[in-house]
């Protein structure tokens, strides 16, 4: 645990922030063994301490219990962003105290870093958040806000918490749109998902008085959202459309918004992005190698795990970048093999059968090794 030197007597004798503690949800995940993530929003909390006149800094961000050196280090990325921003009004003699919750958990991950910022800005502002918004991402010490991991996860977990406004990295664009391929527009309409490059677009949103235009433009979603609970195909209607319009007319990275609207014109995307084809076809085949290793494959009936694995991988197919489909299919071949084998009369790898499986087995990996020599398929990874 990072804490300061405090006193309640005996600090520096300075002006205390305008507000002496802010709140804003996070959103976290965890992996799950298939390599998914499940994803939850949290509780975050920013609390004004006084600094002892014997402390050798003047101000600071920590945290108030135990993290990870990822996300220790985006705090200090959030504290020399602050020093900057506010170089005239910094709070002197005072620290801002970080936790979560969930005390008791291990946190770590950059994830954090805009939820930091924006309660630590809020302190020495005065203005407070909005209790229903939920925002994840990296920050620099200029305000850049970076990508993050396990963002299906984190919209899931946003809408289980009822966040009802959310603010996701841009860089984690092609993640939404996943998102929308392969469980459609329901999820994307339910919470309104907004793009971020750098903290100020996050602080517009997440600030309770926001301005005028911008709160018209989450009001007359909140609209859209009504309609569209009400029946999907409500995104052709042209009342709907001239709303979504003007929404992106005032925020043009209304990510939720653009793809309802592409929806009315049945224009959403149609196949995951690189790094979301990749990461479907790993979970699925770790799905399949859980299936192998326990030797469920060879229970009987259509309705077993080797046959959902079957299903999965062939159902995948009409999703990823089309690049990906022959890593995809040396999968689906090794699970069709496993297939034709649970359902032999003899139960038991023939000579040919054998052969079979390892010629297919050995195909993955050099499937494998083609994706991870391609310099063009690694640098659009590195981009996503």
């Known amino acids: 645990m ?11 004798n300075a002006e205390p922030p305008k507000l002496q503690q802010s709140q804003v949800k996070g959103l976290l995940v965890i992996q799950l063994p ?26 600071g961000i920590r945290f108030n219990q135990q993290v990870g050196p990822m996300m220790y280090g985006a705090t200090q990325e959030v504290e020399k962003f602050m ?19 969930d005390k008791y958990t291990m946190k770590d991950g950059p994830s954090a870093a805009v939820a930091c910022a924006l309660m630590a800005e809020s302190i020495i502002t005065g203005e407070a958040l909005e209790p229903s918004f939920a925002v994840t991402g990296d920050m620099t010490a200029t305000g850049d806000v970076r990508p993050i991991g396990g963002v299906a996860g984190k919209v899931r977990g946003a809408a289980n918490r009822d966040c009802k406004i959310m603010a996701v990295p841009i860089a984690n664009k092609a993640a939404i749109q996943d ?9 994307i309409a339910a919470t309104q998902i907004i793009l971020i490059e750098t903290f100020d677009q996050a602080w517009d949103i997440a600030k309770a008085k926001r301005s005028d235009k911008i709160q018209q433009a989450l009001d007359d979603y909140a609209m859209v959202q009504t309609a569209m609970a009400k029946s999907t195909a409500s995104a052709s209607h042209p009342k709907v459309r001239d709303k979504l319009k003007s929404i992106l007319e005032t925020l043009p990275n209304h990510e939720s918004a653009r793809l309802v609207a592409l929806h009315g014109m049945a224009k959403g995307p149609k196949k995951l992005s690189l790094n979301g084809s990749l990461a479907a076809i790993q979970t699925a085949a770790t799905e399949l190698g859980n299936t192998i290793q326990s030797g469920s494959y060879m229970e009987k009936g259509q309705g077993n795990q080797l046959w959902k694995n079957v299903s999965r991988l062939n159902s995948l197919r009409e999703d990823v970048d089309p690049r990906t489909k022959n890593y995809l299919d040396a999968f ?19 000579d040919d059968l054998q052969r079979e499986l390892m010629l297919a087995i050995s195909k993955i990996g050099v499937e494998e090794n083609k994706l991870l020599n391609d310099t063009k398929i690694q640098e659009e990874m590195m981009k996503e």
């Open 179 to 187: 998102i929308y391929v392969l469980d459609g527009i329901e999820p």
């Open 2 to 12: 990072i804490s300061f030197a405090v006193l309640s007597l005996g600090s520096v």
């Open 34 to 59: 298939n390599g998914s993530f499940a994803g939850a929003a949290t509780q975050m909390n920013a609390t004004v301490v006084p600094i002892s006149k014997n402390s050798q800094i003047n101000f």
């Open 332 to 350: 689906l071949n090794t699970a069709n093999i496993l297939k034709k084998m649970s359902t032999s009369e003899k139960k038991q790898l023939t």
């Open 83 to 101: 020093r900057v921003r506010h170089q005239k009004d910094l709070p002197i003699g005072h620290g801002i105290e970080l936790g979560f919750a």
